[in-house]
Structure formats: structure tokens, C-alpha cells
């Protein structure tokens, strides 16, 4: 069996996507909504079974390397964090074996972890998309937005820190739970609304004064009832980066920061990065997944 016949799997807390790859190209891709907070521990083996079987049946039984939650605490099983600062080669020598009741080479990748007074923080897949990131465009600083956007202090793949912000996931909630989302109609998008906010993030570092503001606003007539979700994303977003361009002491000499993550989200940071006067790079999350699986499962 070739070297560069293998599975890599991205699993994550929500779904699944299986790449088959045949002489080092990915022939098939197979998606599943099992993703661990739906499935964990033992049962996990079932999913992976159901979704690969076929290409078992088809190819043998070939070598698997899968990244995410999947080797989270609540996953299949739980793989080790390697502390920073630490060289992203170390991935592909710290595979955590799964055990299989068919003896199948399954391994599950490391995620990162920070362990400071100041700084105790936790990666788990995006460290796979850092290794593909690293190894085609080299940056000090990578930021992965999303419900929680990771913002990575990089030195070529040393990986020295990295930091967590929820900016997603406190939008969501403000809107849904909050005084600054009720009794507001359907949302529009509006860039002008947007780019309101995110001055307006960069203003002080005052982040919980600024929240009320925004409902005040809102029943004051300062912003379009229909466009307060769009104003609280540039708030939360310029805070945000603001927050992290003091903590990382980043300037625009350092270079273009790279940014992983859907088209939406990325032109949302490089509009918020220019006007930090931060040059950025947009990248794509799934070659840069496959950029750093595939050469951790050849290599097995």
C-alpha cells in the first residue's frame, strides 16, 4: 500500500469532512453533521466506521490521521496539548494512537495550549490549519476568526503564544439575550453601520461602556433599529483588534498579518486591520487544513 494513500479527517464539535487521499490527492470527500456534541467517547468509532467503511472495503485498510475535537476531553479520546512555545513539526511526532477494535492506524493530532498566570488558552484543530498556513505563507501573526477568534504570535513555525477572543460567540448573545438585541426588527446588512462600530471599537478601551451605548443609541434613534447587529459587529470586532494590537505589540512593520477564515469574516478583520494601519493577507481554511494533515499522515 502506498505512503500516500491515507484518510484525514477534520472533526469537529459540530461536523464531520473526510478526505480520501490516493497518491498524495484528495479523490473524495464525505461529510457527516455526528460531530462530538452529538457523539464521544466509544461511539465515536461507530461514526468513523459508517463514514470510511466504504473506502476500507474498496482500498484496505488504510492509515487515518484526524484533527479538531475529536481529541478533546469530550471527543473520541482525549489527545495531549503541547504547551508553547513550540515548532508546529512537533505535530507530526506527537500523534495520539486511537484504539480500534480492528486494530486500524487511526491517530489524532495534538492541540496547542498556553499555561501562564496571565494567559491560560487552549487550540484544538486550528493548530493543523497553522502548520498549512506556515508552510506556504510565512507571517508573525495569523488570526482565525470565528465564534472564538485565535489571534497567534508566530515566529516561522514556532508557534510562541496565542490568545482567544469570544467576539462570535458575544455577538450572538447580545443579540439573542440582551437589552441591546430586544425588540429590534430583522437585521440588514449595512457597511456604514459596520464601519460606525468599528471606529468606535478602537475609540477607548471601554468595551462594557460602549455596549449599553449601543442600546441607548438604538432607543435614541443614533442607529437604525434594523442595523444594531451590524454596529455591535464593528464594535465588537474593533475592540477586538485594538485589544490584541496592545497585548502582541504588533505594528505594520511586522508585516502582513494572515487571516483564516470565510470570505465574510476575513473582509470584516482586513477592514478592521487597515484601519490599525495593518496590512493582511486572506487565506484559505481548507487548503491550508490539507496543507498541514496530509504530509503529518504520508509520514506515518
Known amino acids: 500500500m502506498s505512503e500516500n494513500n ?8 459540530t461536523n464531520i469532512r473526510a478526505f480520501l487521499c490516493l497518491e498524495g490527492k484528495v ?25 470510511c467503511q466504504p473506502w476500507f472495503d474498496e482500498y484496505g485498510p488504510l492509515k487515518t490521521v484526524m484533527a479538531g475535537m475529536v481529541g478533546s476531553v469530550n471527543g473520541w479520546i482525549d489527545a495531549p496539548y503541547l504547551n508553547c512555545p513550540v515548532d508546529l513539526s512537533e505535530l507530526a511526532t506527537k500523534l495520539t494512537p486511537v484504539p480500534h477494535s480492528r486494530g486500524l492506524n487511526v491517530n489524532i493530532i495534538p492541540g496547542l495550549c498556553v499555561q501562564d498566570p496571565h494567559n491560560y488558552n487552549v487550540i484544538r484543530g486550528e493548530e493543523t490549519q497553522l502548520a498549512g498556513a ?5 507571517c508573525h501573526i495569523c488570526i482565525m476568526p470565528g465564534t472564538h477568534c485565535k489571534w497567534v504570535l508566530l515566529d516561522s513555525s514556532r508557534v510562541e503564544s496565542f490568545r482567544t477572543a469570544m467576539t462570535g ?18 437585521q440588514e446588512s449595512s457597511a456604514i453601520a459596520f464601519e460606525q ?14 455596549l449599553f451605548e449601543v442600546r441607548a443609541a438604538n432607543i435614541l434613534h443614533g442607529i437604525k433599529p434594523s442595523q444594531v447587529s451590524e454596529f455591535l459587529s464593528g464594535l465588537l470586532i474593533g475592540a477586538e483588534i485594538a485589544s490584541m ?56
Not at 506556515?134 to 510565512?138: D, F, G, Q, V
Open 6 to 13: 491515507y484518510i484525514v479527517i477534520d472533526w469537529g464539535s
Open 27 to 51: 479523490k473524495e470527500v464525505k461529510k457527516s453533521p455526528q460531530g462530538v456534541t452529538t457523539v464521544r467517547g466509544a461511539a465515536c468509532e461507530g461514526v468513523f466506521d459508517s463514514l
Open 134 to 138: 506556515c508552510a506556504s505563507t510565512p
Open 169 to 186: 460567540e458575544l455577538h450572538h448573545l447580545l443579540m439573542q439575550y440582551s437589552l441591546i438585541g430586544l425588540g429590534t426588527p430583522e
Open 197 to 210: 462600530g468599528l471606529h468606535k471599537g478602537f475609540e477607548e478601551n471601554n468595551l462594557a461602556a460602549h
Open 245 to 300: 494590537q496592545k497585548i502582541f505589540k504588533f505594528t505594520p512593520q511586522d508585516g502582513a498579518a494572515a487571516i483564516i477564515a470565510n470570505p465574510f469574516l476575513t473582509q470584516r478583520y482586513q477592514q478592521g486591520l487597515a484601519l490599525a494601519g495593518i496590512e493582511s493577507v486572506a487565506l484559505d481554511g481548507d487548503k491550508c487544513f490539507l496543507n498541514g494533515i496530509m504530509p503529518i499522515a504520508a509520514a506515518i
